[in-house]
């Protein structure tokens, strides 16, 4: 194997491993969120506070995930 074939091979590896993460973070935010359905008072609070970051953190690792796998199909032609 080649150099080139074997960081291609660790790198397609790589993004699932990423995405999967990025998946149940996904869930672990939406599932926190639901708590604050169900909650009152100061705790409902902190736990709004928390779904907040919770929510900005997966939109930046959704964007790095798509930025990262998608680098020359954004890019337009000339």
């Known amino acids: ?28 935010t939406i599932s926190t969120g639901a708590v604050v359905l169900f909650s009152h008072g100061r705790l409902a609070f902190e736990v709004d506070l928390v779904v907040g970051v919770l929510y900005l953190a997966v939109t930046a690792l959704l964007y790095g995930l798509s930025a990262s796998t998608h680098k020359n199909k954004g890019l337009a032609k000339e």
């Open 1 to 28: 194997m080649s150099s080139a074939q074997i960081s291609k091979r660790i790198s397609g590896t790589s993004s699932r491993v990423g995405s999967r993460f990025i998946g149940v973070y996904y869930l672990l």
